[in-house]
Structure formats: structure tokens, C-alpha cells
Nanobody, 127 residues
Framework: QVQLVESGGGLVQPGDSLSLSCAGS????????MAWFRQAPGKEREFVAA??????????YYADSVKGRFAISRDGTKNTVFLQMNSLKPEDTAVYYC??????????????????WGQGTQVTVST
């Protein structure tokens, strides 16, 4: 059974940092794009960041809203992807989901393309 399990969410203050992890099991994800999405209350799920598969160069991609503040990385040997979030803002508050799929580059930011999903972890940025 394929599973993605996120961890690391929590309550932080504006300007703080937080690191999320997503551990995959049930198969190897080396040839999959691993991504993070988030969904705030009353809003649609949105793309945050993605790490391309090794076979496709392993490039990273970011939403404009997090570029320069967030960093995605992956440990292929442990089937794990990370999201380092710095300079957090209240608008970063959302449930963060890990996803795995094999999208073409032009569809990288589309949640519907991703086959496997984690259960989500809450990130709250507030004073």
C-alpha cells in the first residue's frame, strides 16, 4: 500500500521558520515528482513547490508567493521530501499536503495530475 505521511506542522509566529517532512512508503518515488500543495479555509488547493524526478533533472519549482522563502528538497534514499519554510506570514496559514505524481512540466502546478497524496498537516502563522 502506497502512503505519504506528512509531519512537522504547528503554530508559529510571523517571521518564524518551520520544516515539514513527507515520508513515502509502499514504492520508490525516485521517478516521481514530489510536490507540496496547501489549502486555506474557503480557498482552493494551491501549488507551493515541487521537486522533479532524478531522471528529469531533479529541478525545483516554486509558487511566486513562496519563492525566496521556502525551499523543497528530497532524500531519494529515504523516499522523503522536505519543505523548509522561512519568514512565515499569516497568509501561509493552511493545511499543507504532500503529493507524488508524474506530470509533464506544463502541468506541474495542477493538483489533479498528482496520483498519491498525504493526509495533510496544519500550519498556522499567527501572533
Amino acid at each position: 500500500q502506497v502512503q505519504l505521511v506528512e509531519s512537522g506542522g504547528g503554530l508559529v509566529q510571523p517571521g518564524d521558520s518551520l520544516s515539514l517532512s513527507c515520508a513515502g512508503s509502499g514504492r520508490t518515488f525516485a521517478d516521481y515528482t514530489m510536490a507540496w500543495f496547501r489549502q486555506a479555509p474557503g480557498k482552493e488547493r494551491e501549488f507551493v513547490a515541487a521537486s522533479g524526478s532524478r531522471s528529469k533533472g531533479g529541478n525545483t519549482y516554486y509558487a511566486d508567493s513562496v519563492k525566496g522563502r521556502f525551499a523543497i528538497s528530497r532524500d531519494g534514499t529515504k523516499n522523503t521530501v522536505f519543505l523548509q519554510m522561512n519568514s512565515l506570514k499569516p497568509e501561509d496559514t493552511a493545511v499543507y499536503y504532500c503529493a507524488a505524481g508524474q506530470p509533464i512540466l506544463s502541468a506541474l502546478r495542477m493538483s489533479s495530475i498528482y496520483r498519491f497524496w498525504g493526509q495533510g498537516t496544519q500550519v498556522t502563522v499567527s501572533t
